[in-house]
């Protein structure tokens, strides 16, 4: 299935690949934000605010939504293929993330926060937000921890999630609560996302869509199968799309950064993720500590000190547990393809 999908791309790409524009026909050099990429074009958005779709230079080897652009606007044009990207600025952040066919894969560029969603419903749990706080840290993007759906927080619950959510704050994670149904602390994440490019990540069920259909209510107009801007059909299904949302901020939104694995990960930037266990690694007696039983352990001596948490420590050897799991998942995968 995914092949013949790429085939269908390659064969749709094909067809605009035929429409090439002549150096004379393109304005000046100006700058642009990669708004989505598909194949061989960019819908790239100008200073002005215009959408052009662009044929890319050959010799760009990288191209991903959020990237900043030179490009060459057509002067006149009646074809589909408006401007060319000329070049590409520098990265300020890349977010990546394994694929089980293609490796390390970059999806988006210049990220300014990771937003990860999580809830009360269907159930509150720090081993997630943990795995995706390591896939964070390894970015080098700043994360934040959203509970939502706090309306639903029965009072039996709530001093456990408390609980949780203070110890976050304790390692100096920023949190935020809220309620996309009753729109308590709505604003506070407006406020968050001004002037930042954000993603949200989260597990299905946690109302990312909610909480940002009431950040962004024209979300699904803007993600439709037909651009409302440029009226050009899109890849909705495979492409990163770069968002306004109204209050000021960008939002990357696709399905390739709502989920992250961690097989690529060795156990050592593992335990570097855990931004508590920094101050103690590399003072465990042996190099090759487990940070388990082992003997003269420095992280097993906080832990049982209190300097560490009991959730923390025992979601990071879930986390090491899982590892070769998934590991030999992907070339069990890989060797039956």
Not at 99 to 106: M, N, R, V
Request: net charge negative; with cysteine.
């Amino acid at each position: 299935m995914r092949a013949n999908h790429e085939k269908r791309l390659q064969r749709k790409d094909a067809k605009e690949t035929t429409i090439e524009l002549q150096d004379s026909s393109l304005g000046p050099e100006q700058l642009g934000t990669v708004i989505s990429r598909f194949g061989q074009h960019a819908d790239v958005e100008t200073e002005n605010g215009e959408l052009v779709r662009c044929n890319i230079r050959r010799n760009i080897q990288s191209l991903v939504t959020g990237d900043k652009v030179i490009m060459r606007q057509a002067s006149e044009t009646t074809a589909t293929i408006a401007g060319v990207v000329e070049a590409v600025h520098p990265r300020h952040s890349s977010l990546s993330r394994p694929d089980l066919y293609d490796g390390i894969k970059i999806i988006a560029a210049n990220i300014d926060q990771i937003l990860i969603v999580s809830s009360v419903v269907p159930s509150f749990t720090t081993q997630i937000i943990d795995r995706y706080l390591v896939a964070a840290e390894d970015t080098g993007i700043a994360p934040v921890i959203i509970l939502n759906k706090i309306d639903l927080l029965s009072d039996e619950e709530a001093p456990a999630v408390e609980a949780a959510l203070e110890r976050y704050q304790a390692i100096g994670y920023q949190v935020y609560r809220v309620s996309s149904k009753s729109g308590e602390g709505v604003e506070a994440i407006k406020t968050l996302l001004k002037d930042k490019v954000s993603v949200f990540v989260g597990q299905s069920g946690v109302g990312k869509s909610s909480l940002i259909n009431a950040l962004l209510p024209e979300a699904e107009l803007i993600t439709g199968d037909v651009s409302e801007t440029s009226g050009l059909g899109q890849h909705t299904t495979t492409t990163a799309k770069l968002l306004h949302f109204p209050s000021g901020g960008d939002l990357v939104d696709s399905p390739g950064v709502r989920e992250f694995a961690l097989w690529h990960l060795p156990a050592e930037r593992v335990g570097w993720c855990f931004v508590e266990f920094r101050d103690y690694l590399g003072t465990c007696k042996f190099r090759d500590c487990k940070h388990k039983n082992d003997p003269g352990c420095a992280i097993t001596q906080a832990f049982e000190e209190g300097k560490i948490a009991q959730d923390r420590y025992q979601n990071y050897h879930r986390i090491i547990d899982s590892l070769d799991e998934q590991r030999h998942a992907r070339h069990f995968k890989n060797d039956n393809d």
